[in-house]
T-cell receptor, first 115, second 112 residues
Framework: EAGVAQSPRYKIIEKRQSVAFWCNPISGHATLYWYQQILGQGPKLLIQFQNNGVVDDSQLPKDRFSAERLKGVDSTLKIQPAKLEDSAVYLC?????????????FGQGTRLTVV | KQEVTQIPAALSVPEGENLVLNCSFTDSAIYNLQWFRQDPGKGLTSLLLIQSSQREQTSGRLNASLDKSSGRSTLYIAASQPGDSATYLCAVRGNYGQNFVFGPGTRLSVLP
């Protein structure tokens, strides 16, 4: 089966600009996650969707970050305006969460550099 | 709040050695634990998933164990190879449907 697809792979923007990332999860996976991974650290959850509803966005900086999953399939994460500290890899993951199958699969990530 | 730590932060071994990576978590009420591998500049590859009711899982040269009561998991790699060089991350899920909390990872280098 196809894996989790993310685009773009790399993005360089100036501070205060806006940027958007796209994720297409594995077909049929109900749960979608966005994680932020700063260099040398483990991934940190930004937002979790179950179908098209938000399950957890407690760590999402809502003054500048937004995410949507309108039809319960693909998702977009936006940053506006970007800050230097937003430089990180943004990882999208999905899991089936059906019949107890909770294994998570990750995309290749989008490396964001804010200058 | 669940916290996950991994020891050591980095490890360098000669090829052929057996090695153990450690993962500790503060809240033993977990649903499952998953080990991942991350190559530089890449995403995460799932290695093993252990349900809370299981004690261990095996895949090839990898064996992961889980001791929920003590809040620990270990990843055992047998007969290490240079291709095993990567960062290894563990992640725990508190309840069915919750997100994964990650450790900081162990950076492994296997020298030929």
């Amino acid at each position: 089966e196809a894996g989790v697809a993310q685009s773009p792979r790399y993005k360089i923007i100036e501070k205060r600009q806006s940027v958007a990332f796209w994720c297409n999860p594995i077909s049929g996976h109900a749960t979608l996650y966005w994680y932020q991974q700063i260099l040398g650290q483990g991934p940190k959850l930004l937002i979790q969707f179950q179908n098209n509803g938000v399950v957890d966005d407690s760590q999402l900086p809502k003054d500048r970050f937004s995410a949507e999953r309108l039809k319960g399939v693909d998702s977009t994460l936006k940053i506006q305006p970007a800050k230097l500290e937003d430089s990180a890899v943004y990882l999208c993951a999905s899991s089936s969460d059906r019949w107890g199958n909770t294994e998570a699969f990750f995309g290749q990530g989008t490396r964001l550099t804010v200058v | 709040k669940q916290e996950v730590t991994q020891i050591p932060a980095a490890l360098s071994v000669p090829e052929g050695e057996n090695l153990v990576l450690n993962c500790s978590f503060t809240d033993s009420a977990i649903y499952n634990l998953q080990w991942f591998r991350q190559d530089p500049g890449k995403g995460l590859t799932s290695l093993l998933l252990i349900q809370s009711s299981q004690r261990e899982q095996t895949s090839g040269r990898l064996n992961a164990s889980l001791d929920k009561s003590s809040g620990r998991s270990t990843l055992y790699i047998a007969a290490s190879q240079p291709g095993d060089s990567a960062t290894y991350l563990c992640a725990v899920r508190g309840n069915y449907g919750q997100n994964f909390v990650f450790g900081p990872g162990t950076r492994l280098s296997v020298l030929p």
